[in-house]
Every structure is written in C-alpha cells, then in structure tokens.
C-alpha cells in the first residue's frame, strides 16, 4: 500500500556530514507530518527531528544545530542532513511518516525499515 524507503545510511567519520533521505510510495492522497527517528543498542527510539507539511519543524536538543529536516512534498521525499557528526549519532535511523491513503480515510503512520549510520571516531 504503501513503502517508506530509507536511502544514505553507511559509516562516516566524526566531524564529518551525510545525508540521509526518505521516499514514500504507493497510494498517497497527502502527507501530513514527517520525520526522523533513531534507535542506539540498548537504548529507547527517539524522535530526531520532524517536519509537517507546512515546514515547520522540530529537533531533538541533541542534533539542535548539527541536523536539518527538509522535505520536498511533490516527491513525498524527507530528508535529514548531519553535520558535524559524533559517535554518539551512531543508531539505526528510522523514517516515518502520517500518510492519508484517500479523502475520507484517516491519517495513518508508515514506517521505513531502518538504515544504519555508524560514525567512527
């Protein structure tokens, strides 16, 4: 029905940037928030950032300064942009994504199968 794909996860080096980005697919009528979240071993999943459809966005107060979400609505696309990059930022990163199938059927939330971004220090 409907696929988020994750694209861009790899190892990088700290102090470094990636880039990682995410395209939904399938039956889509319209998109409301999208965003990014990460799962470190042993540790809960968190909200990395988020964006709605207006661009209005919100981050983690770890990745404040360092992340950027954006988002093109034509391509049903999300992206995260890393910069300055830490060991700490090394989890499995995960896309999701409020999607709205049909005009009468309510949001619902899709998830990627998660990329894994290792950052060495």
């Known amino acids: 029905q409907v696929q988020l794909v994750e694209s861009g996860g790899g190892m990088v080096q700290a102090g470094g940037s990636h880039r990682l980005s995410c395209a939904a697919s399938g039956t889509i009528f319209s998109i409301n928030t999208m965003g990014w979240y990460r799962q470190a071993p042993g540790k809960q999943r968190e909200l990395v950032a988020g964006i709605t459809s207006s661009g209005s966005t919100n981050y983690a107060d770890s990745v404040k300064g360092r992340f950027t979400i954006s988002r093109d609505n034509a391509k049903h696309t999300v992206y995260l942009q890393m910069n300055s990059l830490k060991p700490e930022d090394t989890a499995v990163y995960y896309c999701?994504?409020?999607?709205?199938?049909?005009?009468?059927?309510?949001?619902?939330?899709?998830w990627g199968q998660g990329t894994q971004v290792t950052v060495s220090s």
């Open positions: 999701n994504a409020d999607v709205r199938r049909s005009t009468w059927l309510r949001p619902y939330p899709y």
